[in-house]
């Protein structure tokens, strides 16, 4: 990841993870927009910044991960949110329940089908502490998740990708 400096940038702007593109492409685009790259943050207009409904699922999300680290797990959370309101919660327990699959994000799609009583959740939204890897996505995919927002500032990184990348 690259931190991104853009020379018309405001302190007051906030800022949004991107995903590595290749240096070619990116250096061409950071130019062309007068910024050079770095590391991790990009500053974004203001009418993009997080809502406060959505700024408390970045919260819970992660509270879910301080709850794993509290645990002796690995240090990832999520929460599923459908209509507004979380449906799933979901800490990291890899090594808790001795399970590779207990990823955070899958924690959360468990416990919300599970609340739910369907294996299918279609208008649901990820928030995950980090990016879900591609056997994850691959299962919210599946259940039918709608979006994925990633990390502190809640990237919009889209739809869960079948076979994930």
Same mark, same amino acid.
């Given at each position: 990841m690259a931190v991104v400096h853009c020379k018309m940038a405001n302190a007051e702007l906030p800022t949004l993870r991107c995903y590595p593109v290749p240096m070619i492409?990116?250096?061409s685009i950071l130019s062309l927009m007068g910024c050079t790259a770095a590391g991790h943050l990009l500053?974004?207009?203001a009418a993009l910044a997080l809502g406060e409904r959505e700024q408390h699922f970045v919260a819970e999300a992660a509270?879910?991960?301080s709850e794993a680290v509290a645990k002796g797990d690995q240090p990832y959370? !999520?929460?599923l949110v459908r209509d507004g309101a979380i449906i799933g919660w979901g800490p990291s327990r890899v090594i808790a329940d001795r399970n590779?699959?207990?990823h955070a994000e899958r924690v959360a799609l468990w416990d919300a089908q599970r609340r739910t009583g369907k294996p299918e959740l279609a208008g649901a939204v990820l928030y995950s502490t980090?990016?879900?890897?591609? !056997?994850?996505?691959?299962?919210? !995919?599946?259940a039918k998740v709608e979006r994925m927002y990633v990390g502190p500032a809640a990237t919009d990184s889209g739809g869960p990708q079948k076979g994930g990348s």
């Open positions: 492409h990116r250096r500053p974004i207009p509270r879910m991960k959370g !999520a929460v590779a699959d207990a980090s990016r879900p890897c591609s !056997a994850c996505q691959q299962q919210l !995919a599946l």
